[in-house]
């Protein structure tokens, strides 16, 4: 089976314990506002174009930069060299046995697989997992996914990381384009499932760093004997960078929050007995 990537990144240390591979499959459903990963929206290969250094002289422009395949035959237009293709289709097999070539390095760490959202590719994430043993096998995911998905997922895992943005439905949909109805329902389960995890939460000023935000997100892991603790990422204000590569406008504009909203959701969680990161 085949699945499409976006990245590898190997030597990763920030993606689960010890040293690590990690893989990042393309297409989310979401879209997050502070994404600082957009070519990894698409279910597709597309066309970068860097354009630092630039002089518009028009040799890149073809009929297939909507409709990118992937070939890379348009790349030798560039006479600066400023083109790629993000997203690149690899067999299950290979791209196992491309990451287990480093199994001596990666012996007490392992593979994350992460996105995107690789549960928009279901059935390739689970034989890559399936195919990744012995090593330890974590998932960096939104969990905005089917719940038989979901499950099948968990089977082939020893850590997940899971994105919890925003507690409250009105607000989760106005920042991310979706309802996080489907992400509660795939929490509760995994809660129940004695895989540990790890919630992640992308901390933005006036976005999501408020006292009731954090307060509804500990009742939600309540009761969580798996969990493993809270890391809270503050906002990358260079989030934008990679929009332009992709010919997009950035136009929101956020703001990392403060030392004392850090201090007062670490507060927070360590009353309900959370251990919390602050990255």
Known sequence: MKGLVFAIEEMAVHDGPGLRTTVFLKGCPLRC???????GWEPRPQRVRNPNGC???????????????GCGR?????PRGLLR???????????????????????????????????MQPEFLCELLDRLRPLHRALETSAFCAPDAWREALKRVELVYIDLKLADPAAHRRYTGVSNEPILQNLA??????????????TIQNVNDDPANMQATCRLLSGSKNLRGVELLPYNPCA?????????PYPYSFSRPTPSALETARSIFARANIPVLIR
């Open 189 to 202: 389960h995994l809660k129940t499932s004695g895989v540990p995890f790890i919630v992640r939460i992308p």
């Open 33 to 39: 506002q502070w994404c600082h990963n957009p070519e």
């Open 240 to 248: 934008g960078a990679k929009y332009a590569l992709l010919g997009k």
């Open 74 to 78: 348009c790349l030798s237009r560039c």
């Open 85 to 119: 293709i993000s997203g690149k289709w690899w067999d299950a097999d290979a791209l196992a046995r491309r990451v287990l070539a480093a199994e001596p390095f990666l012996r007490d760490g392992g593979v994350t697989v992460s996105g995107g959202e690789p549960l």
């Open 55 to 69: 002089t518009g002289c028009g040799a890149c422009r073809t009929e297939c930069e909507t409709a990118c395949t």
